[in-house]
């Protein structure tokens, strides 16, 4: 069966420090990744999804930036993170089909 | 982009009582998927909806693929304590396909359930 980690769980970070979140997915090849940002008022904000290993898209302008530098495996970087970038962080795939599913999530604080 | 409009935001009801939701667009979805989260994790699939008038059925949830294909609803029936988290409606539109399998995400309802 497919399962899917993130790591880490939680992260507290200063302004303008890097960013590196993880996610990597189990049980399946070449899988579509998506990256999401869950602010506090509760909707998903789809930041990023990938199709193929470098192959990355961007749906908003931000600090962000992604990559796919293996089939399973999906990083969600930043340089330099401002106090915007606080928020609760998915990582989702899907194959074949509209159905997304997803990770535990990363929750991140900057202060 | 384009809305999915999600309502109520919220409800707080008791133990046992039926609970309804549902999603709106003005535009034709060729997907429906409903999601539940749970605080401080990720969101589960609890339903995915293909076809136009189709009912589908989860133990007590049952949602339904609008006719129009421009909504969609989650019926919640004898709800119990563990039902409590945020529930979402998700689609993906007409035309919009390809490969990338992109979703629409509504808001969410958020349900209390009191015991």
């Known amino acids: ?111 | 982009g384009q809305q999915l409009n999600q309502s109520p935001q919220s409800m707080f009801i008791q133990e046992g009582e039926d609970v309804s939701m549902n999603c709106t667009s003005s535009s034709i979805f060729n997907t429906w998927l409903w999601y539940k989260q749970d605080p401080g994790e990720g969101p589960v699939l609890l339903i995915a909806l293909y076809k136009a008038g189709e009912l589908t059925s989860n133990g007590r949830l049952t949602a339904q693929f609008g006719i129009t294909r421009k909504d969609s609803f989650l019926n919640i029936s004898a709800s119990i304590p563990s039902d409590v988290g945020i529930y979402f409606c998700a689609g993906q539109l007409l035309g919009s396909g390809g490969s990338n399998y992109k979703l629409t995400f509504g808001k969410g309802t958020l349900l209390t359930v009191n015991p």
């Open chain 1, 1 to 111: 069966s497919q399962t899917i980690h993130q790591w880490p769980a939680t992260l507290v970070q200063p302004v303008g420090s890097p960013l590196s979140l993880e996610c990597t997915v189990e049980g399946t090849s070449n899988p579509n990744l998506y990256w999401y940002r869950q602010a506090a008022g509760r909707g998903l904000q789809l930041l990023f999804y990938s199709v193929g290993i470098g192959q990355i898209s961007s749906e908003v302008p931000q600090n962000l930036s992604a990559s796919r530098p293996q089939d399973r495996q999906f990083i969600l970087s930043s340089k330099k993170l401002l106090l915007s970038d606080s928020g609760f962080y998915l990582c989702a795939w899907s194959v074949g089909t509209n159905e997304q599913f997803f990770g535990p999530g990363t929750r991140l604080t900057v202060l």
